[in-house]
């Protein structure tokens, strides 16, 4: 008991000490202490922030696999890693230098390459700056792989994934985001507004999608040849469930996060953010249920990330009541847009071009009509060109990368290797090896749509013989 005293004793002595030495406090040592305060509070926020995005690809994963069918779940869930794996490696070694490196013209960065700008001992806000735009370049890559699902070849993918992170994202971002760090991109320097991505990350991703898919051309049993649309139902959608509650809450840290800073501007982004995607998955809900005459879970989910994507760009710029009508035009925007998409042949198996690209220009659009200081009609003429600037640059680019990659290495697999499914012929093994997987019929699309043929489903080994749909 003595010993605790005097250890006690000893550290309070030392306190009073280190008080002494530091004198008495003035209004500039209260004001750098504050400082640093809140410094360390942006640090905190803006990794926690990238936390939640970087968890995000869980629920793109979840979302994807669950709307697709069961012989190629591990494909998918390998294309959603090796877009983080690849693409933070990308965009370490190019993407981030071309998108916020020193830009004399605008256009591009030519510095901060491998991380240059990071200087041992010096402020490290370079890492964490990185750290929350690594799990942005990653989002945009992920949205592509939902639309190609099922029947890309993985090593083609690989490459697209690379090339997005590394070259179309950064260039269109630096365009519109350039000026956060060292560079300043043209579109920026018009007012243009996509505060946390509308178009930057999803229209770019969705544009991209959009090329994979046509390029690829659409699945085997997809479309018949009397020209009916015969949709093909995903596995699990208590899956594709989870994984839409994942990204809503990611979503938490996708345009709060976008503050780069811990303040109270954060407050308004949070409830418009949820706003738009309960007002997205309600009409959605609605759409739907007058459309197909039941409410159809898929489109539901869809609605739910559309109302999400659209308020990315205008969260910080409109009151919550804005934030509603956003969202719920998003719901509805995407039930029609799936149904376009299909009665032209386009496959998309998760919806990705409806609720990334189609909303992320809606989103954009939106940012000018709705702002909170009111209509500008000069705004939504700046809008309007960085929604065609960003398909102008992205669709082309993909178009051409997706085609090089089909002429060399190849970007679809063959027939037989799509009817086996893409876990055994890509990487040889199955994702649910204890079931058999057997084909029902009816049903409404798992993205929207008429009934459907061969929704697959997962029985036990003494129920069925295991074989693949």
Known sequence: MRAVILVTLSLLVGVARAWAED???TLESNKTAIELVQTHANYMWVLIAAALVFFMQAGFALVETGLTRAKNSINIMMKNLMDF?????????????????VSKTGWFGTSGFFLSDFIPG?????L????FQVVF???????????????????????????ISAVIYPVFGSWAWG???KGGGWLQGLGFIDFAGSSVVHSVGGWAALAGALVLGPRMGKYGSDGKIRPILGHNMPLASLGVFILWLGWFGFNPGSTLAANKDTALIFVNTNLAAAAGCTMALFTSWVKFGKPEIGMTLNGALA????ITSPCATVTPLSSVIIGAVAGVIVVLAVLFFDRIRIDDPVGAISVHGVNGAWGTLAAGLFHINGFSLSQLGVQLLGIVACFVWTFPTAFILFRIIAKTVGLRVSPEEELEGLDTSEHGGIAYPDFGVIAQSGGISSSGGPPAFGRTALVGPQMAP????
Do not use: H, N
């Open 137 to 163: 370049a990653a989002t945009a890559a992920t949205i592509v792989s939902g639309a190609m699902a099922e029947r890309t070849r993985f090593i083609g993918y690989l490459i697209y994934s690379a090339g």
């Open 122 to 126: 010096e402020d490290p806000w370079v």
């Open 23 to 25: 004198g008495p406090a």
């Open 128 to 131: 964490a700056f990185w750290m």
């Open 179 to 181: 000026g956060a760090f």
């Open 466 to 469: 295991a074989r693949q749909s």
């Open 85 to 101: 794996a690849i693409g933070s490696l990308a965009f370490w070694a190019v993407g981030f230098g071309l998108m916020f490196g």
């Open 307 to 310: 109302g999400l994507v659209a």
